[in-house]
C-alpha cells in the first residue's frame, strides 16, 4: 500500500493502541521521534521496530539530532555534543573544522542507525544574521554562505556514509529571522537581490540533497501574502531558481507561525507544492484532521520518496563500532 505523503510523531516511549490504530489506517510515508520517545536504547529500538511492524514496511524514522541546543538523544545513552558555532569557531584550519564536523555526524549516523533511526534532520544551511533572532544562532555551520555550504556536505557525506539520509533546512533560508517559528511568524523584507546572494546560496550548493525542509517564514519579495510553506511562488523558486527536486516536507505544521485549522494547514502547504506534511507533537485530534486532508503519495512526490528511500544505505546491525567499522 502506498504511504500517506505525511510524517508523524507519537506521544511516548511505546506505541498506543489508538496510535497504532491510527497508522494502520492512514500509513505515513514517515515518523519523527522527540525527547519524550526517548529513554534507552533497547527501548527506541523496540518503538522503531514497532512503528515499522504496524505499517507493514521500512518506514523512514526521523530525528533532530543536531548536537548542541537541539539533540534528542543525549547522555547517559549517547554522545553530548557541543554547539555547531562552537565546532565551527574552534582553533584550526576549514581542513580541521570539516574533518571535525565529518567525525561528528558519521558518530551521530552510527548512534542512529543502531536503534533504528535512519533520517537525521541535518545541516542546517541557514545564514545568521547579527540581528536575527537566536533561533538559529549557535546551530549554524558558520557565518559565510560558502562556508555553510561546505561544512555542510561534510555532515551531509558523512551522514550517508552512516546509512542516515539527511534533510536540509529551512528552505529558502531561516537566518534572518527576527522571531521564532515555533512561537510567531517572522516576515523577512530584504531585497531579493540580497536573499539570491546570500540566503539561497548554500542551498543551491546542496540542491542534489534527496530530502528537505521549508520555513515558516514570510519573504516579501518572494511572496508578501504567504510564508513559504504555503506559498506557491516560494516552493516554485525553491524548485526553479535553486534548483531543489528532493522531497520537500514542511516544518513541523503544529508551530505557531501558521493560523487555521490542521486540515487547512495541511491543505495549504500540499496546494502550494510540498510533497509530505510534518507533523510533530503526536496529538491525534490534529493527526487526524492532517490524514483527512492528506493523500497518498503519487506523481512526483511518490518518485521522490521512492528516490530517497532508495538512497539509504543498508548497514548490517551490530552495535555502533560495527558501524562505525563499515
Not at 303 to 314: D, P, V
Amino acid at each position: 500500500m502506498t504511504a500517506s505523503a505525511a510524517i508523524y510523531g507519537l506521544s511516548g516511549t511505546a506505541l498506543s493502541p489508538e496510535e497504532a490504530a491510527f497508522f494502520q489506517d492512514a500509513p505515513p510515508w514517515g515518523f519523527i521521534l522527540f525527547t519524550r520517545n526517548i529513554d534507552t536504547p533497547d527501548q527506541v529500538r523496540r518503538l522503531t521496530g514497532d512503528l515499522r511492524t504496524t505499517i507493514g514496511r521500512d518506514a523512514p524514522i526521523l530525528i533532530d539530532q543536531e548536537g548542541g541546543r537541539v539533540q534528542r538523544m543525549g547522555p547517559p545513552h549517547w554522545t553530548k555534543w557541543e554547539p555547531m558555532r562552537d565546532l565551527c569557531e574552534a582553533a584550526g584550519d576549514e581542513l580541521a573544522r570539516c574533518s571535525a564536523i565529518s567525525a561528528r555526524y558519521a558518530a551521530i549516523a552510527a548512534e542512529l542507525r543502531d536503534v533504528g533511526i535512519d533520517v537525521n534532520c541535518v545541516p542546517v544551511l541557514d545564514v545568521p544574521q547579527p540581528n536575527a533572532h537566536p533561533i538559529i544562532g549557535d546551530r549554524a555551520f558558520g557565518w559565510n554562505p560558502a562556508d555553510i555550504a561546505v561544512r555542510g556536505r561534510e555532515a551531509s557525506a558523512a551522514l550517508l556514509a552512516g546509512g542516515v539520509l539527511p534533510v536540509i533546512k529551512h528552505l529558502p533560508g531561516h537566518g534572518r529571522a527576527l522571531a521564532d517559528s515555533h512561537e510567531d511568524l517572522p516576515r523577512v523584507n530584504t531585497e531579493l537581490a540580497e536573499l539570491r546572494q546570500i540566503d539561497f546560496m548554500p542551498f543551491r550548493a546542496m540542491r542534489d540533497a534527496v530530502l528537505g525542509m521549508t520555513a515558516h517564514i514570510v519573504y516579501d519579495a518572494i511572496d508578501p501574502d504567504a510564508c513559504a510553506t504555503l506559498s506557491p511562488k516560494a516552493i516554485d523558486l525553491i524548485r526553479r531558481e535553486i534548483g531543489f527536486d528532493g522531497l520537500l516536507m514542511t516544518d513541523d505544521l503544529s508551530m505557531k507561525a501558521l493560523s487555521g485549522s490542521m486540515r487547512d494547514r495541511t491543505k495549504g502547504a500540499l496546494d502550494a507544492g510540498c510533497d509530505v506534511i510534518l507533523h510533530c507533537n503526536g496529538e491525534m485530534d490534529e493527526m487526524t484532521a492532517i490524514a483527512s486532508e492528506t493523500p497518498r503519495l503519487s506523481g512526483k512526490g511518490l518518485a521522490r520518496a521512492e528516490a530517497a528511500e532508495g538512497a539509504r544505505i543498508k548497514i548490517e546491525t551490530g552495535g555502533i563500532a560495527a558501524a562505525t567499522a563499515a
